[in-house]
């Protein structure tokens, strides 16, 4: 499997997420090409079926990232958006998936150091655990 | 259905995205995709000159939707929108790619990935713009032009004269009975218990002295202020007859001065976590204890403090503050001034400049600090908007929106927000006041776009959306099905994530089109 490159997604909310990666391009951090990013209003938007579809579509990895969950625009979405991300961890534990392969982070707007951490974070796990089904490296 | 036509622009970024990436490559692609009927190059879709031969280009075309590759859609001036609308395309259907932030800048140094990764963005994209659907936003006209100002403190003030100017009707709400000079009608006595409706016609129960009124309201400003409190933590046992720096404030005006040796003290509560030294605090410590010294030179005065910023031209006063002779005490949060044991009228206070443990005898000690007000949570709970962690009411965004809360028409000023210095509690007044005069000089409310809707069809009533929302949007119609109040709906999708049924639907951000895209995306190896 040499050659193949890692492949995440990440679905970051619209607020603080977005912001969040924006600002971290803005302020010069370089981050990992491998991740694709797909904006949603808000992390509760996010259904456990777009994550698995995801992976289903390739993924190797998928982060869900939203606003701080003390301080989100929609008072209640990171929460719910974590809430998501459990319940598809569960769902993929007992299908016999790591459940590591799908994480929810939580950053301010102003967090432009978090989301580059995020991505060589996610991007390394995704680099270990291989494509799902297929032989770790 | 008629097959999409998409108009492709590729936004240049003056010389940005051709120094990284291969412009004719990208442009070859979005010609050879399948849907594209055409594509255009601009400089900088941001300065406006391009808009004309844009939008023209989209006539000729025929185009009915459009893909940008440009920055962070925020960013986009809202003109693009306006001349796509007058162009007949509608702004839901204009679909922005953030190459620059998301290809270009973090991967400048692997042109070839960055390359790669912005084509599969606009084979992405494009996936997404194939299904978009325009949607037309409604209006409603407001029923009144009341600005509802609670609080009628510096902000407060500052906000009713504002909102005064642009021809709304103000209306303060004061809690206590103190006799004030503002335009409009003044409400003594008077507190929000309750509040139904949306912004632009917002229903407001009022209790008024023992009495319960009802007032209809266009827009809200909160200016609720600080609330001053007492001593807490161990300095409270052990100091009895501590006050408020605004209490000295009234001895001093009143003509006494205070028994030396004054001490001034940051914070209510030195050990405690939540208690945040301000910064607006410094000025008025200064300032008093300068009126201390003028008036009364042979008293001694200690500022013992952790941080000191006094703001702006506010710093002059450290000189005065010197040559007076008031001695600055820093501590650190590891070893915080406390009384001595044996001697219950001395303060101890490690020096944390010089390592020196200083014990001062308090003659009188003042603390500074204006905690959040203990009547924003009731204010928040009745117009349901979000609260910080300190007890302050939230604001949207502090770059974006400093002064307005997520809720549409809802404004919020002044140390309702956090404590701050009244100079800029006015000018936050100002602003939120001629904001919410702005607002309601609209006349009507726009709502719709992209909001949840529910198939009624598919609905079981299980009342899972009316639970999650945190706006209660969603209500169960005659139908004994669920509905959503457009003019509630934020568009957060929270409902959409979460319901059984799959009957809701977030325009906009459908199923489908989240998926499609990340499918995309998916596609391209890089």
């Known amino acids: 499997m040499t050659g193949r490159k890692p492949k995440v997604v990440g679905f970051c909310c619209e607020r603080h997420g977005m912001d969040a990666a924006v600002l971290s391009a803005r302020s010069g951090k370089g981050f990992d090409a491998s991740v694709r990013l797909v904006q949603v209003p808000c992390t509760g938007r996010v259904d456990g079926m777009h994550i698995l579809k995801a992976l289903e579509d390739g993924a190797d990895c998928v982060f869900v990232l939203g606003c701080l969950e003390k301080n989100c625009y929609y008072d209640t979405g990171s929460i719910e958006g974590r809430k998501r991300v459990d319940y598809v961890k569960q769902m993929l534990s007992e299908v016999g998936i790591e459940k590591e392969r799908i994480e929810m982070f939580n950053a301010a707007s102003t967090n432009a150091w978090m989301f580059p951490e995020i991505v060589s974070k996610m991007v390394a796990l995704a680099k270990k655990l291989g494509p799902i089904g297929g032989e770790k490296q | 259905m008629k097959a999409a036509s998409i108009q492709v622009i590729l936004c240049k970024c003056c010389t940005e995205l051709p120094a990284v990436l291969n412009v004719e490559r990208l442009r070859k692609l979005a010609e050879e995709s399948c849907n594209v009927v055409s594509v255009m190059m601009v400089d900088a879709i941001c300065d406006g000159k391009g808009l004309p031969a844009v939008v023209n280009n989209a006539k000729e075309a025929e185009v009915d939707r459009a893909v940008i590759l440009a920055c962070h859609k925020k960013d986009i001036d809202p003109a693009l929108f306006k001349a796509y609308r007058r162009a007949g395309i509608n702004e839901f259907m204009i679909e922005i790619v953030n190459i620059r932030e998301e290809a270009l800048l973090p991967h400048a140094s692997e042109p070839e990935r960055a390359q ?70 003044v409400m003594p006595h008077s507190q929000v218990v309750g509040a139904k409706g949306y912004g632009g016609n917002y229903q407001l129960t009022i209790k008024a002295g023992d009495k319960i009124e009802n007032l209809d309201a266009a827009a809200i400003v909160i200016a609720t202020g600080g609330g001053w409190t007492q001593l807490k933590g161990p300095l409270a046992k052990a100091v009895k007859d501590a006050m408020p720096l605004y209490k000295l404030h009234e001895h001093l005006q009143a003509g006494s001065v205070p028994k030396g040796p004054v001490v001034f003290v940051d914070t209510p509560d030195p050990a405690g976590k939540t208690m945040k030294v301000q910064d607006y605090a410094w000025d008025d410590t200064l300032e008093t204890a300068l009126q201390i010294k003028r008036k009364a030179r042979e ?217 499609a895209q990340a499918r995309e995306l998916l596609g391209g190896d890089f």
């Open chain 2, 116 to 185: 790669l990764k912005a084509e599969t963005m606009l084979a992405a994209s494009l996936a997404r713009a194939r299904l978009l659907a325009p949607l037309e936003k409604q209006t409603e006209a407001m029923k009144t032009k009341n600005v509802v100002i609670i609080g009628a403190g510096a902000s407060g003030h500052a906000a009713a004269h504002a909102a005064a100017k642009t021809g709304a009707h103000t209306i303060l709400i004061e809690k206590t009975g103190k006799s004030l000079k503002a335009p409009g009608i």
């Open chain 2, 299 to 515: 008293t001694q005065v200690f500022v013992i403090f952790q941080e000191m910023r006094a703001f702006g031209l506010s710093e002059l006063a450290y000189k005065e503050a010197a040559d007076l002779g008031i001695k600055f005490v820093r501590y650190d949060k590891s070893a915080v001034p406390k009384i001595d044991p044996k001697e219950p009228t001395d303060l101890i206070v490690k020096d944390f400049a010089q390592g020196d443990v200083l014990s001062i005898k308090i003659g009188t000690l003042v603390f500074s600090s204006i905690p959040a007000n203990q009547d924003n949570q009731a204010i928040a709970d009745a117009l349901r908007i979000p609260m910080s962690v300190d007890g302050g009411v939230r604001r949207g965004s502090i770059q974006r929106w400093p002064v307005t809360t997520p809720r549409p028409g809802i404004f919020v000023c002044g140390s309702a927000l956090f404590p701050k210095s009244d100079e800029v509690a006015k000018a936050e007044g100002e602003a939120a006041g001629s904001m919410a005069g702005e607002f309601v000089a609209k006349g009507e409310i726009e709502f719709g776009g992209s909001v949840a809707q529910v198939t009624q069809e598919k609905c079981s009533a299980c009342l899972t959306c009316i639970r999650t929302c945190p706006y209660e949007a969603p209500f169960i119609g005659t139908a004994s099905k669920a509905e959503i109040k457009e003019q509630l709906c934020q568009g957060c999708g929270m409902c959409v994530g979460i319901c059984p049924s799959k009957a809701i639907e977030l325009h906009h951000y459908t199923d489908d089109q989240i998926m």
